[in-house]
């Protein structure tokens, strides 16, 4: 479904937009589904009217094991159904639009034997069954560092759900000036794991700026050519500003760099952190220009 042939744009930060309007410090953000769903919807349609061909939902923490800190884990299926249903909503009866719902890591590490395989992949296979309910039409496993977690995530959606399962990771560079996940995975590492575990389309999010995830998508594709690969970039990477962190990149810096982007071999690309329907209107209006170059 979402591999379509032509690049194609996805939305941008939520946590930023929820924030903006009143989700509070301590606050469960993933709660904003059921007590807000008017808000989060909204911001769902807002990324679609900025030109996003997917839209993700507000579900990045609503998993049982994160949503234990706040008293919620009994109520993971609820909240999850209602993330999906809300930005299914936003998505309407627009044509191509898809939902590419949203689920985080779980906090918890396999290494240090705080939790088992077993225990991921029934929380993750609980998220994914609700968030097709909701009316996802693919799971996205983000901001992943451990191939172990990923893949029990992936395996979750893939024998539970219809859904297509696309799969990112994190990464930061290191003084000798390649890229590697907290768990000392490299990119193309990590993109074997998630191939290998069945997702659909492989990439990395967060943690970067665009201009950083050039050299994170070129060693991808040098490995794996035929692979569909997403990017959600953060605006920059954050500086403190009064005590809060400021993502600065604008969107016109953004938007600069997607044709290098596109051409070290992108597929699908949106925003992570400190990003807003600006930057995805920019980054949609450089996609629309290359024409038929933005083929794959």
Same mark, same amino acid.
């Given at each position: 479904?979402?591999?379509?042939?032509?690049?194609?744009?996805?939305?941008?930060?939520?946590?930023?937009?929820?924030?903006?309007?009143?989700?509070?410090?301590?606050?469960?953000?993933?709660?904003?589904?059921?007590?807000?769903?008017?808000?989060?919807? =909204?911001? $769902?349609?807002?990324? !679609? #009217? &900025? %030109? /996003? *061909?997917?839209?993700? +939902? @507000?579900?990045?923490?609503?998993?049982?094991?994160?949503?234990?800190?706040?008293?919620?884990?009994?109520?993971?299926?609820?909240?999850?159904?209602?993330?999906?249903?809300?930005?299914?909503?936003?998505?309407?009866?627009?044509?191509?639009?898809?939902?590419?719902?949203?689920?985080?890591?779980?906090?918890?590490?396999?290494?240090?034997?705080?939790?088992?395989?077993?225990?991921?992949?029934?929380?993750?296979?609980?998220?994914?069954?609700?968030?097709?309910?909701?009316?996802?039409?693919?799971?996205?496993?983000?901001?992943?560092?451990?191939?172990?977690?990923?893949?029990?995530?992936?395996?979750?959606?893939?024998?539970?759900?219809?859904?297509?399962?696309?799969?990112?990771?994190?990464?930061?560079?290191?003084?000798?000036?390649?890229?590697?996940?907290?768990?000392?995975?490299?990119?193309? =590492?990590? $993109?074997?794991?998630? !191939? #290998? &575990? %069945? /997702? *659909?389309?492989?990439? +990395? @999010?967060?943690?970067?700026?665009?201009?950083?995830?050039?050299?994170?998508?070129?060693?991808?594709?040098?490995?794996?050519?035929?692979?569909?690969?997403?990017?959600?970039?953060?605006?920059?990477?954050?500086?403190?500003?009064?005590?809060?962190?400021?993502?600065?990149?604008?969107?016109?810096?953004?938007?600069?760099?997607?044709?290098?982007?596109?051409?070290?071999?992108?597929?699908?690309?949106?925003?992570?952190?400190?990003?807003?329907?600006?930057?995805?209107?920019?980054?949609?209006?450089?996609?629309?220009?290359?024409?038929?170059?933005?083929?794959?």
């Amino acid at each position: 479904m979402l591999k379509s042939g032509k690049i194609l744009v996805s939305d941008g930060a939520w946590g930023t937009l929820l924030q903006s309007r009143g989700l509070q410090p301590g606050e469960c953000p993933d709660l904003w589904s059921v007590t807000h769903h008017g808000e989060v919807e =909204d911001i $769902a349609g807002s990324y !679609l #009217d &900025a %030109g /996003a *061909d997917m839209v993700q +939902t @507000n579900s990045f923490g609503a998993n049982r094991f994160k949503l234990k800190h706040y008293g919620l884990q009994e109520r993971a299926a609820e909240i999850n159904e209602a993330a999906a249903r809300a930005s299914k909503s936003a998505v309407g009866g627009r044509p191509s639009k898809f939902v590419i719902a949203s689920a985080g890591p779980t906090g918890e590490m396999l290494i240090t034997e705080d939790v088992t395989e077993d225990e991921l992949y029934e929380a993750f296979k609980e998220q994914a069954a609700a968030l097709e309910r909701g009316g996802a039409d693919a799971l996205c496993v983000e901001t992943m560092s451990d191939a172990g977690e990923c893949v029990c995530a992936i395996k979750a959606a893939k024998e539970n759900t219809s859904l297509e399962v696309l799969a990112t990771f994190t990464f930061d560079m290191t003084a000798q000036g390649t890229y590697r996940t907290m768990m000392g995975l490299s990119p193309a =590492d990590a $993109a074997r794991a998630a !191939l #290998d &575990a %069945g /997702a *659909d389309i492989i990439g +990395t @999010n967060c943690g970067n700026g665009i201009e950083r995830m050039i050299d994170i998508v070129r060693e991808i594709k040098t490995a794996f050519p035929d692979a569909c690969i997403l990017v959600h970039a953060n605006a920059g990477l954050p500086v403190s500003v009064d005590g809060r962190d400021v993502f600065p990149e604008t969107p016109e810096i953004m938007a600069g760099h997607v044709e290098r982007l596109i051409d070290a071999g992108a597929n699908i690309i949106g925003g992570c952190c400190g990003t807003t329907p600006a930057h995805i209107a920019a980054i949609r209006k450089i996609v629309d220009g290359l024409g038929a170059r933005a083929k794959y």
